[in-house]
């Protein structure tokens, strides 16, 4: 009689643990059957019923009924464990086949790369490279540059004034008197830095661009020592075939004055679209430190002489990267800058 309820409850535990979609599932089942108020127990507490001779014999009956229930329970426990571990790495499986994200990594802008360049070739001369205040006074942008008030070329460009007497500067040239007051001679120096112009902004004009103001003054410095540092620098710039151009010019703080024409890197001096059919492209502004400009920072120009140029960082920048727009290179579109 009790081997058939054993019988009964271990078949309706085998059958519900078949059935079991989980292991939630799974521990009521081990709840119901073997737990202090289950089916297994209750056949123990009706024990007292039983014929005393009997019942080491239902005892063992009952223990074993437990265990087979046991048994499969843990069956089916480590079976819904091992499926659950085997989808979840399914599910995370990492294919190494795909490719790699991208990272977008910064991109240096033409401007600064222009800049190194300039910047090599000089120091591979022995120059050294000092900054100027892009808040200047008017004394050093113009004044102690022979540009005296009222003069033309001091309306010519068209200043943002700060005080009567301070300004954004409109050129690095002053870097060449902060470097001739500090009364260490010879001078062998470069200074780039921002300018400041209130122009309007089309492909060619910006009211702020940059400037790389160079300088050399020393004993016996002649118009030949300009050249030929000059055309160093253009060769090493734009190529070994690059040749160059002096054609007179004005500035107030160099005499003589010239302009620097290089021949053009795309034709070779042909003449093409690029060089407007010229041949020659202007690079820069140059002269022999005008007497008056040593004088005025302290320097004896009977026993020193010296030349300075001013090129435009933007213009190399444009050229060197065939840039037909300067308004490409303050706009910071990352479709642009990364093709440096
Ligand atoms: N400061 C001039 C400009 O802004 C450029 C320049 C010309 C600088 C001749 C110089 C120089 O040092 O010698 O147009």
Redesign the pocket.
Known sequence: MIKETLEAIQAQALKQISESDGLEKLNEVRVNFLGKKGELTAVLKSMKDVAPEDRPKVGQLVNETRAQIEEVLKNAQEKMERMAREAAMKSEVIDVTLPAKKNNVGHRHPNAIALEEIERVFIGMGYEVVEGPEVEYDYYNFEALNIPDGHPAKDE?DTFYVTKDILLR????GC?VHEMEKGRLPIRMIAPGR?FRSDEVDATHSPSFH?V???VVDKDITFSDLKGTLAQFAKEMFGEDTKVKFRPHH?P??EP?AEMDISCFKCGGKGCRFCKNEGWIEI????M?HPHVLEMSGIDPKEYTG??????LERIALLKYEIDDMRLLYENDIRFLKQF
């Open positions: 460009q409109t050129q690095t040239s060449q300018v400037q103001e160079g300088m500035f703080f160099t004055s820069l502004g140059c002269g430190v030349f300075a140029f001013g090129v435009g």
